[in-house]
T-cell receptor, first 110, second 116 residues
Framework: LAKTTQPISMDSYEGQEVNITCSHN???????ITWYQQFPSQGPRFIIQ???TKVTNEVASLFIPADRKSSTLSLPRVSLSDTAVYYC???????????FGSGTRLQVQP | DTGVSQNPRHKITKRGQNVTFRCDPI?????LYWYRQTLGQGPEFLTY????????KSRLLSDRFSAERPKGSFSTLEIQRTEQGDSAMYLC??????????????FGPGTRLTVL
């Protein structure tokens, strides 16, 4: 399994763009990169997934360089409600179990 | 609400008692997963079903733990002779085996177990 490393915590202010970088040096050729968000006392929620280059959806963008050894989750104009733990996961197509690390605790302040 | 549901949401029990949790996945999802999460940590995989077959178990799943999915729909997770170390949030997730790329699992709200 590819191990991921991400910052333990980050602080931001409302309206700012937040970028959370995850390193995954041992990513395999068939691995995808997925990010989940978790609020207190809730289960994780899928945010975005990508394989290479850039992926964008209605809540976030995911930037993946050519070597795929890292990825950056970008949250535009965060609000207080974006305060949560963000997990970076790496896995192949059809992986049965997700392997979570400790995640990045994002605190958004007014 | 067509999401994953779990019952009960909270369970307090005394050490040595047995507890059972239930998970109802999204109806068309054929895969069902159980995870355990302790404070400050990410979820840890426990076991996985494809339809009614239990295909994978983590070594975290000691012989006091048993999970079933008898008809390929809802699932139960039972913990026998609970220990204080079993106190955690137990999360259930489901996904659709569509053969496409992706690890999108849909999680329930969890059952928080406290063993006194």
């Amino acid at each position: 399994l590819a191990k991921t490393t991400q910052p333990i915590s980050m602080d931001s202010y409302e309206g700012q763009e937040v970028n959370i970088t995850c390193s995954h040096n041992n990513i395999a050729t068939n691995d995808y990169i997925t990010w989940y968000q978790q609020f207190p006392s809730q289960g994780p929620r899928f945010i975005i997934q990508g394989y290479k280059t850039k992926v964008t959806n209605e809540v976030a963008s995911l930037f993946i360089p050519a070597d795929r050894k890292s990825s950056t989750l970008s949250l535009p104009r965060v609000s207080l409600s974006d305060t949560a733990v963000y997990y970076c996961l790496v896995g192949g197509t059809g992986r049965r179990a997700l392997t979570f690390g400790s995640g990045t605790r994002l605190q958004v302040q007014p | 609400d067509t999401g994953v549901s779990q019952n009960p949401r909270h369970k307090i029990t005394k050490r040595g008692q047995n507890v059972t949790f239930r998970c109802d996945p999204i109806s068309e999802h054929n895969r069902l997963y159980w995870y355990r999460q302790t404070l400050g940590q990410g979820p840890e995989f426990l076991t996985y079903f494809q339809n009614e077959a239990q295909l994978e178990k983590s070594r975290l799943l000691s012989d006091r733990f048993s999970a079933e999915r008898p008809k390929g729909s809802f699932s139960t997770l039972e913990i026998q002779r609970t220990e204080q170390g079993d106190s955690a949030m137990y999360l259930c997730a489901s996904s659709l085996d569509a053969g496409t790329a992706g690890n999108e699992q849909f999680f329930g709200p969890g059952t928080r177990l406290t063993v006194l």
